[in-house]
């Protein structure tokens, strides 16, 4: 690695590299040209559900609404693309960035359930989503001073300064801190000639390479507004400076700042808008579910904990691609699968967690998290071989809280204790949890089984046998609103034994219809 001289300096005296740390928290990533981003069309996939018949309507079906080229396309797709592209951080080509984490030893901003080297290897994870984005070094930079405009005092500034320059095909430095503002930005990416990154804006880059559909794209412009307005404020600043700011445009009036900002308010809304319909869309497709009662299951958990992977693993919908990389999936699908009792479920893969992520980040994408508030069940995906497993679980309970989810659902959350087989030791759960390997397929009965009681528990469902009349139409009516496990044809009296899995609401329709 190509140190400076000054470099060796710093890191002697002020900081420590982590240049040995492993790669994605010791695990090795995927070669980078494994990291191509691949459309995820698997809402209603149609691969086989286990072997099992499908029940009516499963694809698709009479109203047609079942798979997420509904979510995808309508005639405004130009639209979305304009405000889409409209801004957009620099992706195009190689970065090649220098990782600076600012350590804060002392008082409030101190954070005490991490350590700095594992927070640097996230921000290492977080640079390596993106394909041909590479890491240069990563230095760990003590600072009393992290709230101020060059987050370092003048010391470390100049040491820091003289490194970054120090590296001749640098393109990019990442500063490892939630949101710089838009002031303290400039001002470094001047000091340095390169550009600057926040946690905010590197999220945001992983996120516009990931995303792929509509409401992806839309939550994303949204997510970006705050960054414009923070630079418009930067510019007028600038702009006054030299007398020209507040001026009126000529015929217009309004002075250039109200224009840049009715503009920015426009924006706003256009996008609040096209995701309001979306909403509305994803509200209807989740009616039409419920009303044919399949259960759903929503699958969350903190990035790369392999989520898509278990899900993969529970459906066998091979149409899934999990991925070594952060935010991989960025849209919700959903994938229809098997209880071992045959019953239909339907597994709604989310978006990852991660700490640290600025609030209004998490704003945008909350629709898409509120099908999580609405599932019959929550299975919480968790890295166990992680090192920050704990800290990462505090997380993703922290944003749940923020979501509103119902309690009885937070508490029937089943947690997964997944990527068992990088534990070196045999692994036990110490409580109710389950340990899993989503790759290798270990432990997947226990959880089935353990998904199929709680299921059944949550909706109301029980299973029981009923006597029809096969000269009726109740078997087709039962095959059609509930799950036919068994029938035992009783020959001589014309009628059969059925086990069915059944709603108490459905039970109830039953008997209004059919009993004499
Ligand atoms: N060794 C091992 N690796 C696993 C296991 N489960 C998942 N992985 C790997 O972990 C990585 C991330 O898996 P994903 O399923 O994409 O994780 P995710 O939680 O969906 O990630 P995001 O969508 O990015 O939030 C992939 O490389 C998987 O192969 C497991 O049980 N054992
Ligand atoms: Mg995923």
């Not at 984490?101 to 359930?113: L, M, N």
Request: aromatic share 6%; glycine share 6%; charged share 25%.
């Amino acid at each position: 690695m190509l140190l400076s001289r000054a470099l060796r300096a710093l890191a002697r005296r002020h900081c420590r590299s982590v240049a040995s740390w492993p790669r994605a928290l010791g695990r090795p990533l995927l070669p980078l040209s494994e990291l191509r981003p691949v459309r995820q069309r698997s809402l209603w996939s149609s691969t086989p559900l286990c072997g099992a018949k499908r029940p009516g309507g499963w694809h698709g079906g009479e109203s047609g609404g079942w798979t997420d080229e509904d979510m995808d396309y309508e005639e405004d797709d130009d639209d979305v693309e304009d405000l889409f592209s409209s801004y957009a951080t620099p992706l195009q080509g190689t970065q090649k960035i220098l990782i600076v984490h600012p350590e804060v030893k002392w008082g409030a901003r101190k954070q005490h359930c991490t350590t700095a080297d594992l927070q640097v290897a996230e921000a290492v994870a977080l640079v390596q989503s993106i394909p041909n984005w590479t890491v240069v070094d990563h230095l760990i930079m003590s600072t009393k001073t992290p709230d101020s405009k060059f987050i370092f005092g003048k010391g470390n500034f100049q040491l820091l300064t003289e490194t970054v320059k120090g590296f001749a095909q640098l393109t990019a430095v990442f500063l490892n801190v939630e949101r710089l503002s838009s002031l303290s930005e400039k001002e470094l990416e001047a000091a340095w000639g390169v550009k600057v990154f926040d946690r905010y804006s590197m999220v945001l880059s992983i996120f516009r390479y990931n995303a792929r559909t509509k409401e992806a794209k839309l939550q994303i412009a949204l997510a970006e507004l705050p960054l414009l307005r923070s630079k418009l404020k930067n510019e007028t600043a600038h702009l006054d400076q030299q007398g020209g700011g507040s001026r009126y445009i000529m015929g217009s009036g309004e002075t250039f700042m109200e224009v840049q900002q009715r503009l920015l308010k426009e924006r706003e809304l256009k996008i609040k808008k096209a995701l309001e319909k979306l909403k509305n869309k994803r509200k209807m497709l989740r009616t039409q579910r419920r009303r044919r009662e399949f259960p759903i299951i929503s699958v969350m958990g903190y990035t790369n904990s392999g989520k898509t992977t278990l899900i993969k693993s529970l459906t066998g919908d091979a149409s899934l691609q999990p991925r070594d990389q952060l935010f991989a999936t960025l849209d919700v699908t959903a994938h229809g699968g098997l209880l071992p009792c045959r019953m239909p479920v339907i597994y709604v893969d989310t978006i990852g967690f991660l700490s640290q992520l600025p609030h209004n980040l998490i704003d945008s994408f909350s629709a898409t998290l509120e099908d999580v508030v609405h599932s019959d069940l929550l299975i919480h995906v968790r890295d166990i071989s992680h090192p920050e497993a704990d800290n990462q679980k505090r997380s993703v309970l922290a944003v749940l809280q923020n979501l509103n989810v119902p309690p009885k659902l937070l508490e029937s959350m089943i947690e997964v204790h997944n990527k068992i087989d990088l534990v070196p030791i045999r692994y036990d759960s110490d409580n109710t949890a389950i340990p899993v390997s989503a790759l290798l397929g270990y432990g997947l009965d226990k959880l089935k089984q353990s998904v199929e009681s709680t299921v059944m528990t949550n909706t109301g469902r029980i299973i029981m046998t009923i006597r029809v009349n096969l000269e009726s139409p109740q078997l087709s009516w039962l095959y059609k609103e509930a799950s036919v496990q068994e029938v035992k044809v009783l020959p001589e009296e014309g009628s059969a034994d059925v086990v069915v899995i059944i709603t108490n609401a459905v039970y109830g329709k039953y008997k209004k219809l059919f009993s004499k």
